[in-house]
């Protein structure tokens, strides 16, 4: 039955993304404030299908935590789902990915008109301009910028190093930082098919001013989103 769930739950995200995605393509073409609605009803019917299909819950610890303004939400990465939930737990986040995802049909475009992020994991210095101005216009639209610090999905109770990229936007943003803890791949696992029942947990923790040497940043930032290593769902 939890493998039919999974299998259920694939088919939808299969014909929701273009149901959603191909007259948004239109919606947002003519008008492009309606992008944030798209994205948002998107996020919201996968995370709604996780939940009926799949019996895969979330709670948020420390909502409060969320500045007004602009901010660097550093989370945790162990699924695909904190990809997809980002998109509705924030306002119009603009998330740092993965070059290589603009090429999928339709999400990729979404993610290009969007104003996300994209990192060309080669690191060539036209690439790293090209993800600083990315960055700097989501800043000045006083939108949250997000990064999976890790740069890829962790297991369960592994606590990787942080990528330089973090520090890289934290010194040229000069914005703050929220570390976020969650244990999604408890459920939702980075290379499983099948997803469990179960409630992720999402720990927003205290902001993290900016400024701070870059050893500080990268300590405080690895010891909170790894706050919940251990955790039982």
Not at 58 to 81: M, T
Not at 184 to 213: C, D, M, N
Request: glycine residues 8%.
């Amino acid at each position: 039955m939890t493998f039919l769930r999974s299998v259920l739950l694939n088919i939808f995200i299969v014909l929701w993304t273009p149901l959603v995605g191909v007259p948004g393509i239109i919606l947002t073409w003519f008008d492009r404030s309606k992008m944030k609605c798209v994205t948002t009803l998107w996020a919201q019917g996968v995370i709604c299908a996780a939940q009926k299909l799949t019996g895969i819950r979330y709670q948020v610890l420390g909502r409060e935590n969320l500045p007004d303004g602009p901010f660097i939400f550093a989370c945790k990465h162990q699924s695909a789902w904190e990809t997809i939930a980002v998109l509705m737990l924030l306002d119009h986040p603009s998330v740092v990915l993965k070059q290589e995802l603009l090429k999928i049909p339709v999400f990729g475009w979404y993610c290009k008109h969007a104003g996300m992020i994209p990192v060309d994991r080669a690191g060539s210095s036209g690439a790293l301009r090209t993800m600083m101005r990315a960055a700097e216009a989501a800043k000045q639209a006083g939108r949250p910028i997000v990064i999976f610090p890790e740069g890829t999905r962790a297991a369960p109770g592994t606590q990787p190093e942080l990528h330089p990229g973090l520090a890289g936007l934290y010194a040229f943003l000069k914005l703050p930082v929220v570390p976020v803890a969650l244990n999604s791949g408890l459920v939702w696992g980075r290379e499983s098919f099948v997803k469990y029942p179960g409630t992720i947990t999402v720990q927003v923790h205290p902001v993290i001013p900016a400024g701070l040497p870059r050893p500080e940043l990268t300590a405080r930032v690895h010891a909170a989103i790894n706050s919940l290593e251990g955790s039982q769902l």
